[in-house]
């Protein structure tokens, strides 16, 4: 940004960079936009590649999305490829005490390979209400070692991830999420959290680990969990909604679910209704879920992507 600055005329609105599609990036240094919302955008026919190594990473405390980019995490040794700037914007802290972040931390059509770090983090410096980050469209690798969505001082207020694969090649005890902030209807102007898991497939993600940690969460019925049509496979060691409820007074909707682990059967102590069956993943580690079971495929459950086209008679 030192080198680069946001043209002034842009200051104040959403700036996008514009990247060519199929063109190789390099960023190899954090990259703080500060209060400035950005969006970074390839090509959604021809994805444009970003090669993150070292120290690099993005930050912000106004909103960042990532839209139609390949991003290769091999060489990334820094904490995070998502994270919250260490210095927030002044004006955006609420009577509370946390500091606003209002638009959107967000990846949309990404493909993320061999990401051994936090997906996001807080950085552990600012007490902040993120109040929306998503994944949308996206398929994850990991080799998980960490937390993947870390607010270690912060309150997220809503999460989606919708139509995307989040994976891992390596099978731990480490959290999936961790949110550590002031429970949402505490935060001025806030009256309640919502995490939307739609469409979605998780793969070896918190494999012998509660799925979160969150106390301030956890049983709260301000909190409202929303799974639709969602495989958990040898995720939050078999027990996923029960260590993120707590208890039946959290709100949730649950449909067209399924759960399977470690090849022995699943089970759910509040979807009760889900699907507890072998999926049939074809090669899942090497990066191919294509579903076999037919249970599955006309439920229509897990990313689109591995599901055949829907006949519509």
Not at 27 to 35: L, R, T
Not at 45 to 63: D, E, P, Q, R, Y
Not at 69 to 91: E, F, K, Q, R
């Amino acid at each position: 940004m030192t080198a680069n600055p946001i043209p002034a005329d842009k200051v104040g609105q959403e700036y996008i960079i514009e990247l060519v599609g199929g063109q190789e990036y390099t960023v190899s240094d954090a990259i703080d936009f500060g209060n400035q919302q950005v969006a970074i955008r390839g090509s959604k026919v021809n994805h444009a590649k970003i090669k993150m190594t070292g120290n690099a990473s993005f930050l912000t405390n106004n909103g960042l999305k990532l839209k139609f980019v390949d991003i290769d995490c091999t060489d990334l040794t820094a904490g995070a490829l998502l994270g919250t700037s260490t210095v927030p914007d002044a004006d955006s802290q609420v009577a509370s005490g946390e500091y606003v972040v209002a638009n959107p931390i967000m990846l949309q059509g990404c493909n993320v390979t061999n990401l051994s770090k936090k997906l996001f983090y807080d950085m552990n410096k600012v007490k902040y209400c993120i109040d929306y980050l998503g994944f949308s469209d996206c398929n994850i690798q990991m080799q998980q070692t960490d937390v993947l969505v870390h607010a270690a001082k912060s309150s997220i207020i809503r999460m989606d991830v919708v139509k995307s694969t989040l994976w891992s090649t390596t099978q731990v005890g480490k959290f999936f999420m961790q949110i550590s902030g002031q429970r949402p209807n505490k935060i001025t102007g806030r009256t309640g959290a919502e995490f939307n898991f739609l469409n979605a497939t998780f793969y070896n993600i918190a494999y012998n680990k509660d799925f979160v940690n969150w106390n301030n969460y956890r049983g709260q019925s301000c909190v409202f969990l929303n799974f639709q049509n969602t495989l958990f496979t040898n995720c939050g060691n078999n027990n996923i909604t029960d260590k993120m409820q707590g208890n039946a007074n959290m709100k949730h909707d649950y449909k067209n679910n399924a759960y399977w682990y470690n090849n022995a059967g699943g089970k759910d102590k509040y979807d009760n209704s889900a699907i507890f069956s072998d999926p049939q993943i074809a090669d899942p580690m090497n990066g191919d879920f294509t579903l076999s079971s037919i249970e599955h495929i006309a439920k229509r459950i897990g990313d689109p992507r591995w599901l055949p086209e829907e006949v519509i008679e």
